[in-house]
């Protein structure tokens, strides 16, 4: 069992392979958060490291509390979640108003459970188990019973794996209506405030830029209030001991699996403790929760290394990739795909698109995708989304005609939808203009002159099923692009009555959530890319339903270096779409070359961004050559570790690597941005390998030793501005 619960000490232990979490529960009545960390054996003396009875200035004692002549105080003391209303003055996990006005909640433990495996989570995307051995759950139970609410405590500790995972249901077991305001799915205490905050900030096209921070005496906090995860911030942070760095020293990494409105951060306090929190964002939020009714928070996965920020990342790559993906292509390699996007735009038609495809066949592509201005009378971005019906005058035969041609040349065929969209200017906005979001009276205001479909509306869900079945149904396609290109502006619903109105972003990702799961679950053999104007909603809820996501809409190989290095705080290469693109690139105006490109691009899922049949006979040999290399290494970068072993944010010099899943084959690759003349990294050591194994290099069959890549380092070399340097090594096993 991962998870025992001490009768004597009255402490629920969560055991992973390296890891112990550890609850107390005082007096049958409060739960105590006291360690979490490097995996403990015994609880021997655990009780005595915190002081109960802890007084301090202007902290009140909790009426239930009283013991002898000792006062106990939540205010000070590490709680495992924490309401508003009473003593616990810090920021509260859960705030409530109920009928009588009260915003006071007072929960007290009333029973627990503990079973193998994991319950799945109501309408949310979560991580999963595939047989009972592989993680055990807790549900503890606290009750009020004066409002008769009930929130449920979920923790799964994930043995292998060394993760554990939280979420919360809140149940109404009373007579009366209560108003949700905020409900947390982590909240956690911390006796000290030596960390730094270490989290993933952005923009368009400048996705998941990593900053660390040393924590401020207050809040440090990251949210969403765009109705999306957002490019702004990723629902992701870690705390991190000062001296922690990619392979040495305490993480604490939070991830949350939800792709919408959220918030996260860490508050510390006058006695130097520090409270982390994350959940959906709590500003415009209230839920109406009537009599037995529940409500479920989404779910929050917790890894601590205590070997530095790269084993943190390497644990939630690897569960990631095989306990939070599903369906066939979780395990399957992915098609090197090509998208028409860069290479064309919205200027198409079937002749076009079946040139790239043939030129893009020789050099050893994979599956075409057709990207967006296929229907409706999209001929840039300003009109027919939601007119799903095909351009006859860009493609005479259809999607149907044009996918069998594609089949025809040996190759996939995938398409591009955004179906969450509706612009003004369509068939289907005419038809229903209360099917977006909008406030009766207010004007709607456009982005890429679009409005966003109220997901929170059943028949909404069921219009978009309905045409992603029937195109899935009636065409050979291997390969959908899910795009979403704005942020929610004028959050209303011509459906739900107005004490329920700040329910409408959270509905809306119920809704997004159920589409999802019904389309990728009738349709498990095809492979699904998620995006939202690049990387703007690449979360690891999202993840659940996609198994790769566009990174950025930024193709260029050196902002790749920071957008890729940023991401794999906590999503796995596998999951990171990147393609080679043209140059001058698109975005930047920068011109590097296509082995950079195509050496940047391979340490994602790799694929083509660009108008081949405009290439040289040279360049399409070279793409070739790309091909058939990431052919012969795409499994160790697919399902291998990843160590970063130099970062773009501190120095000239990017490299990363990759551990075949055997540990038998290393992929090092290394790239400069700027060169600087014998400042540039010239000797960079590797990591994870076998430190008394050899090493035998694919490129000229020289020798090395584990012990001397690692210690010592291997010989890079002056790089040129925008270079890069690629290297397999084999071990040698006698
Ligand atoms: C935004 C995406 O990120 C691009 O890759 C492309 O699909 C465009 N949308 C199409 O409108």
């Given at each position: 069992m991962a998870i025992i619960f001490n009768e004597e000490k009255k402490m629920f232990h969560l055991q992973t392979k390296k890891t112990s979490y550890v609850m107390w529960l005082v007096d049958d009545y409060v739960l105590l958060h006291l360690y979490y960390g490097e995996r403990l054996e015994s609880l021997a003396g655990l009780e005595d490291t915190v002081n109960i009875f802890e007084e301090s200035g202007f902290s009140a004692n909790d009426y239930n509390l009283e013991k002898k002549d000792n006062l106990m105080s939540t205010d000070v003391l590490p709680m495992e979640y924490s309401f508003f209303g009473s003593t616990d003055l810090r920021k509260p996990a859960f705030h409530a108003q109920y009928e009588n006005g009260s915003r006071i909640t007072k929960m007290k433990y009333l029973s627990h459970t503990i079973t193998a495996s994991k319950p799945k989570l109501k309408g949310l995307p979560a991580t999963y188990t595939e047989?009972?051995?592989?993680a055990d759950t807790l549900e503890i139970k606290m009750h009020d019973e004066l409002t008769g609410l009930t929130l449920i405590y979920r923790y799964t500790a994930f043995n292998e794996y060394d993760a554990i995972t939280r979420s919360v249901t809140a149940v109404n077991e009373g007579t009366q209506k209560i108003n949700i305001k905020s409900i947390m799915s982590l909240s956690m205490d911390f006796y000290d405030n030596e960390f730094e905050f270490i989290h993933l900030w952005g923009g368009w096209g400048r996705e998941r830029y990593l900053e660390r921070t040393p924590l401020i005496r207050g809040n440090m906090n990251i949210e969403s209030r765009r109705g999306s995860s957002s490019h702004h911030h990723s629902p992701f942070f870690a705390l991190a001991r000062k001296n922690a760095s990619e392979e040495q020293g305490e993480v604490y990494g939070f991830s949350l699996l939800y792709s919408g409105n959220f918030e996260a951060g860490a508050e510390t306090y006058n006695r130097e403790h520090t409270r982390v929190y994350m959940g959906?964002?709590?500003?415009?939020f209230n839920w109406l929760l009537e009599e037995r009714e529940e409500f479920n928070a989404p779910e929050v996965v917790m890894v601590y290394s205590a070997n530095g920020i790269g084993e943190m990342s390497r644990t939630y790559h690897k569960l990631y990739r095989e306990r939070l993906a599903r369906g066939k292509f979780r395990d399957k390699e992915r098609p090197i795909l090509i998208n028409n996007w860069e290479a064309t735009y919205f200027d198409f038609d079937e002749e076009k698109i079946l040139n790239i495809a043939k030129t893009a066949k020789i050099a050893g592509i994979e599956l075409m995708v057709l990207d967006d201005g296929w229907f409706g009378k999209r001929d840039s971005d300003n009109c027919s989304l939601g007119d799903w019906y095909e351009n006859k005058r860009k493609l005479p035969n259809g999607i149907k005609g044009l996918a069998e041609k594609i089949n025809a040349l040996g190759m996939q065929f995938g398409l591009w939808f955004e179906p969450e969209m509706i612009s003004v200017n369509s068939d289907l906005y005419r038809a229903h203009p209360d099917w977006c979001l909008h406030v009766e009276g207010r004007g709607r205001s456009e982005s890429r002159r679009q409005l966003i479909l109220d997901l929170s509306r059943d028949d909404v869900c069921e219009y978009i099923i309905n045409i992603l079945c029937t195109y899935l149904e009636n065409a050979p396609i291997a390969y959908i692009k899910w795009d979403m290109n704005r942020n929610m502006t004028e959050?209303?619903?011509?459906?739900?009555s107005p004490d329920r109105q700040q329910e409408i972003y959270h509905r809306y990702m119920l809704g997004l959530y159920n589409i999802l799961e019904t389309v990728t679950q009738k349709f498990p053999d095809v492979l699904f890319e998620g995006c939202s104007g690049g990387g703007g909603r690449f979360d690891a809820g999202m993840m659940h339903y996609f198994?790769?996501?566009?990174?950025?809409?930024?193709?260029d190989a050196v902002e790749r270096l920071y957008i890729q290095h940023g991401t794999s705080m906590v999503m796995p290469p596998v999951f990171m779409g990147a393609h080679v693109s043209a140059v001058p690139n698109h975005q930047t105006g920068r011109t590097t070359s296509l082995k950079m490109r195509g050496d940047v691009a391979m340490c994602g899922q790799f694929g083509y961004e660009l108008d081949?049949?405009?290439?040289t006979d040279e360049e399409i040999e070279e793409i070739a050559k790309q091909i058939k290399y990431y052919k012969s290494v795409r499994e160790i970068i697919h399902k291998g570790d990843m160590y970063r072993l130099k970062s773009p944010f501190e120095c000239n010099c990017t490299a990363w690597e990759f551990i075949s899943e055997d540990e038998n084959t290393v992929l090092f690759s290394c790239f400069t941005a700027q060169a600087k003349l014998y400042l540039t990294e010239n000797r960079i050591r590797l990591s994870g390998l076998e430190q008394t194994a050899d090493y035998k290099r694919r490129e000229d069959g020289k020798i090395f030793n584990g012990g001397v890549l690692m210690n010592n380092g291997i010989l890079i070399g002056e790089l040129r501005d925008f270079e890069s340097k690629v290297m397999v090594f084999d071990k040698i096993i006698n």
């Open positions: 047989n009972d051995k592989e959906i964002n709590s500003f415009d959050v209303g619903s011509a459906k739900l198994n790769q996501y566009w990174t950025s809409d930024d193709t081949v049949t405009k290439m």
